[in-house]
């Protein structure tokens, strides 16, 4: 099985500041056929199911604020709110979609500060 | 616009099963799996598996094999998920979602409680 490790496990930033969230797999997620890494970020909000923001790890969803972005590629990637707003407090959680079992990361808390 | 809306929350005894649905509209029903995620109280979300909903083949996360069961009614777009033998660590929150590869629609959420 792929394991998917997320940092930090929560974070404190300043409306405005930047928030950044790592997630690392146990196997690239790069499949070389279509050069295409499987790895997607969901936000969940309390009480809600999860939605996702990014895809192919750095594709936007459409109608996700263009201050969320997805980068990295291999084993690495980040997820990062460019200028936090209240709105984004919430848990930001990666995925491998590269092979069942499918597997997120153990979750990152995101807050205000 | 698509929807996934899930059968109500359950309580059940240990020992027991749970069945959950998951009815679909706003698409062709056979055109995308079904998949199952749940997320215990507090803690993060685990993938239990899929099932096809064009054919009935399904994939299931060694964790859940022998107990798990996941089907699906094309006459009424709707998925189900059974779970058998529960324990108190199955209580959770049980979500469908409509299977891309990535999960860009989900259901509401059915909360099984399992008591002793």
């Known amino acids: 099985d792929i394991v998917v490790t997320q940092s930090p496990d929560s974070l404190a930033v300043s409306l405005g500041e930047r928030a950044t969230i790592n997630c690392k797999s146990s196997q690239s997620l790069l499949y070389s056929s279509n050069n295409k890494n499987y790895l997607a970020w969901y936000q969940q909000k309390p009480g809600q199911s999860p939605k996702v923001l990014i895809y192919?790890?750095?594709t936007r969803e459409s109608g996700v604020p263009d201050r969320f972005s997805g980068s990295g590629s291999g084993t690495d990637f980040t997820l990062t709110i460019s200028s936090l707003q209240a709105e984004d407090v919430a848990v930001y959680y990666c995925q491998q979609y590269y092979s069942t079992p499918l597997t997120f990361g153990g979750g990152t808390k995101v807050e205000i500060k | 616009q698509v929807q996934l809306v899930q059968s109500g929350a359950e309580v059940k005894k240990s020992g027991a099963s749970v069945k959950v649905s998951c009815e679909a509209s706003g698409y062709t029903f056979t055109s995308y799996g079904i998949s199952w995620v749940r997320q215990a109280p507090g803690q993060g979300l685990e993938w239990m598996g899929w099932s096809s909903t064009y054919n009935g083949n399904t994939d299931y996360a060694q964790k859940f094999q022998g107990r798990i069961t996941m089907t699906t009614d094309t006459s009424t777009s709707t998925a189900y998920m059974e779970l058998r033998s529960l324990g108190s660590d199955d209580t959770a929150v049980y979500y469908c979602?409509?299977?891309?590869?990535?999960?860009?629609?989900w259901g509401q959420g059915t909360l099984v409680t399992v008591s002793s």
């Open positions: 192919w790890a750095s």
């Open positions: 979602a409509r299977d891309l590869g990535i999960y860009k629609d």
